[in-house]
């Protein structure tokens, strides 16, 4: 059997544990932030019957001739709202385009809320119609998962266990369907997601259907994640990393191609990329500066930062 290249977690220990058992959970996944910036978690509560659905649904709408998904494809939201097209997004160290096509759905606040304005409709499918709506129920559960998630983090870092709560409430996170055709011809020299590392505070990624996952180690090596059955992998995002100074770790990762008899294997992942609300401050918290670790960023805040990097990954005009 393959030795885990990440540690396992399991959230119902801290949702619904006693102390002792809160404090492990909050401990063990502290100490994999930190050292690895990856982490596999049980027991979190995103009902599988939904990712299921949601994986359906995906297959469905990618199936669709190029043309009818290209109607779904909205100028200016920076491929924030509903579909974008394959080779429209790169690493920001890279000029080459991944593999992917990818669809995207965000946050939904009712009408007459306060930040409506910020926060474009999203795009429902009409020859998929119950693709969003699965993806919207989706959304919800792991904004769940990812509080609960976290909290634990705030008590970690002595923040208070509720410093997120109002940061991440309504925040402008983003549910990603990805999708990597078959590759047809040798690659000119992308792969389907080149090394690279998230913008957002923590991501979480249910299993792809098919392997590929890598992420980089300190020693210089690629290892693959192999998550199992109804397990979640997390992954600290750039925002986390710039708050806490680089204590805890936005490690770099990427999806490879599959071996050349597999290439005819498509791949879908799912994403969920936590965001916080636009105005949360990324300034870096005082208490993971001392004289061994000088501030490393200036301050910016969630939205400036959001702002900068889908410039880079070549999203944003």
């Known amino acids: 059997m393959q030795k885990r290249a990440i540690p396992?977690?399991?959230?119902?220990?801290?949702?619904?544990?006693?102390?002792?058992?809160?404090?492990?959970?909050?401990e063990k996944l502290g100490d994999a932030f930190h050292r690895i910036g990856f982490v596999g978690v049980v027991n979190h509560g995103v009902p599988q019957d939904l990712i299921d659905r949601f994986y359906?649904?995906?297959?469905?709408?990618?199936?669709?001739?190029?043309?009818?998904?290209?109607?779904?494809?909205?100028?200016?939201?920076?491929?924030?709202?509903?579909?974008?097209?394959?080779?429209?997004?790169?690493?920001?160290?890279?000029?080459?385009?991944?593999?992917?096509?990818?669809f995207q759905i965000g946050q939904e606040v009712p009408p007459g809320d306060a930040l409506k304005e910020r926060y474009p409709d999203?795009?429902?499918i009409k020859e998929s119609p119950h693709f969003t709506e699965t993806g919207i129920a989706l959304y919800k559960a792991f904004e769940e998962a990812g509080s609960q998630l976290l909290r634990a983090i705030a008590i970690h870092l002595d923040l208070g266990e509720h410093y997120f709560d109002d940061k991440i409430d309504k925040g402008n996170s983003i549910l990603r369907s990805i999708f990597y055709p078959p590759i047809t011809r040798e690659p000119a020299s992308a792969i389907r997601a080149e090394q690279h590392e998230d913008i957002n505070l923590i991501t979480l990624l249910v299993g792809a259907s098919a392997g590929g996952l890598q992420l980089y180690t300190k020693d210089g090596e690629w290892l693959d994640i192999v998550p199992g059955d109804d397990e979640i992998v997390i992954n600290v995002g750039d925002m986390l990393q710039r708050l806490t100074n680089n204590y805890l770790k936005s490690t770099t990762h990427r999806v490879v191609n599959p071996p050349r008899e597999l290439w005819h294997m498509p791949r879908l992942s799912i994403p969920f990329f936590l965001h916080p609300k636009s105005e949360m401050d990324l300034s870096i918290l005082q208490k993971c500066v001392d004289e061994s670790h000088p501030p490393a960023y200036a301050p910016i805040t969630a939205g400036e930062y959001l702002d900068e990097r889908l410039r880079e990954i070549g999203l944003k005009k």
């Open 8 to 26: 396992l977690v399991d959230l119902e220990q801290f949702v619904h544990g006693n102390a002792e058992e809160r404090a492990a959970f909050v």
């Open 56 to 102: 359906s649904e995906s297959k469905a709408f990618f199936a669709l001739p190029d043309e009818v998904k290209q109607q779904y494809e909205i100028a200016g939201l920076a491929g924030q709202r509903g579909y974008t097209s394959f080779g429209k997004e790169h690493a920001k160290q890279s000029e080459v385009a991944d593999l992917k096509e990818f």
């Open 122 to 124: 999203n795009v429902h």
